[in-house]
């Protein structure tokens, strides 16, 4: 019986201490909460905590510390004789049974949109003539569901895959107080890329974000755009998203984004651009340029404008717009609907033309051999795309251009130094033969020349005397009965 009773007072006291707790935290009362848990980001927020010691004992060396978000900007703290701000702490002193307190912090809390902020309430202290320290913990929750910082775009509904349209993006302050540091960033933007059109009325653009130093309570600020479209052939619609950071004790914080949905427009124009001839043409020619447009796409395409760079060395410039209706705009002859009233409008499944006379120098220097092609660039507007230009070039074939042979011809009986080459008597007699040296010259200009041919056929009073000199291919040839010379060369190059 005595081994029983002792076996028994001995697993008694083994669960004694397993379930003795020394600590006196379920008798002491901690809560936590704000003064609402979904707020916008920017407005202000009241943390209490209320405790009580419910107790038998004195605490000593309270303390409670609030754990709340980095950009919390704390405005108010209640006791603020007991405040650390270094570590969001009250320090409480001693608890006698039975006591309880309330403790407030009051700011203004900034943060991420649609984020959830856990905020942690802790109670520390000692139970008289114990050193160990006992805890006790609440947690509440904080959702940030807005922001006082609204933006806003204003933008086409509809875009061309490529293109530029003008935008503005909007940014007001619907808060209470001011708010510092807000940067909108306009760089990295997928599918677009933005640009300002002009700087700010507020703020600066640098490094590619609109920076804003400040912004007034109920105060709106606007910045014009310019967004540049890089959409894949495969999307029919698209979403522009810029997202405003306020900058608090150097920590970012992304507030709600505004976007701007698209639908994409894609027009599909064919352009041709053909010379009138496959041959080759001489210098100081006019040759027509039939330039051809059929509209492949699904969108109407309106005020159609064609630019043509001219090459001056090898099209006279000055001739191109008296030729032609249009005008000359710097190196370019440009062309519209106001001077053509097919290029006003060109509805899906439809083609027009145009064709234009491009002017050949009579005289091109410094060139050899030379084609010319043309690279002609036609822009449309799109209806409901304000200041979108569809854009399309090509470029023509190769156009060969002859050369210009100049022919001159002299007779000369003394040289310019004034030896005799002629022989009978000067000036001519009748009835007598006076001898004279035909001197015939034959200078070829840009372009190589083949099988080129030189006849002359003399008048029955002219003798022929058979003595010929040549500085290029055969010896000059006459056919008694035709009284006609001739000359051959196979090839002649380019300013020979």
Not at 99 to 112: A, C, F, K
Not at 310 to 326: D, E, F, K
């Amino acid at each position: 019986m005595a081994l029983v009773l002792s076996i028994f007072l001995l697993l008694a006291g083994t669960i004694f201490w397993f379930i003795y707790d020394p600590t006196v935290t379920k008798d002491v009362a901690l809560s936590f909460q704000t003064t609402q848990t979904r707020i916008n980001s920017g407005e202000k927020i009241v943390f209490t905590a209320h405790y009580q010691n419910n107790s038998e004992v004195l605490l000593t060396n309270a303390s409670l510390g609030l754990r709340l978000p980095n950009s919390l900007v704390i405005t108010s703290a209640e006791p603020k004789d007991s405040f650390d701000e270094q570590n969001n702490t009250f320090y409480l002193q001693n608890l006698v049974p039975g006591s309880s307190g309330e403790v407030n912090i009051s700011g203004i809390l900034y943060g991420e949109v649609d984020k959830e902020y856990n905020n942690t309430a802790i109670l520390t202290y000692n139970q008289e003539e114990r050193s160990a320290s006992e805890q006790v913990v609440a947690s509440t929750i904080t959702i940030l569901r807005n922001s006082v910082l609204q933006a806003s775009i204003e933008a086409p509904t509809a875009i061309l895959s490529h293109s530029t349209v003008p935008i503005t993006l909007k940014i007001k302050n619907n808060g209470e107080l001011l708010l510092e540091n807000i940067k909108i960033p306009l760089s990295d933007v997928e599918n677009f890329s933005i640009s300002p059109i002009e700087e700010p009325k507020v703020g600066t653009v640098e490094s590619g974000s609109w920076i804003i130093t400040n912004l007034a309570p109920g105060r709106e600020v606007e910045i014009k755009l310019n967004m540049t479209s890089n959409i894949n052939e495969a999307s029919t619609k698209t979403s522009l998203y810029l997202t405003p950071i306020i900058i608090i004790k150097e920590i970012e914080l992304k507030q709600k984004s505004t976007f701007a949905e698209f639908e994409i427009v894609r027009p599909d124009l064919n352009i041709s651009a053909n010379w009138q001839t496959t041959e080759s043409i001489q210098p100081g020619t006019d040759q027509d340029l039939l330039i051809t447009l059929t509209n492949n796409g699904t969108s109407v395409l309106n005020n159609f404008t064609i630019t043509l760079p001219i090459p001056s060395n090898i099209v006279n410039s000055g001739r191109i717009a008296n030729l032609n209706a249009g005008y000359m705009s710097g190196s370019n002859f440009i062309t519209n609907s106001k001077y053509h009233a097919n290029l006003k409008q060109l509805d899906p499944g439809k083609s027009t033309s145009v064709t234009l006379k491009i002017p050949i120098r009579a005289f091109i220097t410094s060139l050899q051999d030379i084609n010319l092609s043309l690279s002609p660039k036609v822009s449309a507007t799109v209806p409901n795309i304000p200041n979108a230009e569809y854009e399309r070039s090509t470029e023509t074939s190769e156009l060969k251009i002859g050369t210009n042979i100049n022919l001159n011809a002299i007779s000369l009986y003394y040289t310019e130094e004034g030896d005799q080459l002629g022989r009978g008597p000067l000036p001519p007699q009748v009835g007598k033969e006076t001898k004279y040296w035909a001197i015939i010259s034959i200078e070829n200009t840009s372009s190589q020349v083949r099988d080129l041919q030189f006849f002359a056929t003399l008048p029955s009073y002219i003798g022929w005397t058979g003595r010929t000199s040549v500085s290029h291919g055969n010896d000059v040839t006459f056919n008694t009965g035709s009284r006609q010379a001739t000359w051959q060369l196979n090839s002649l190059g380019a300013y020979e």
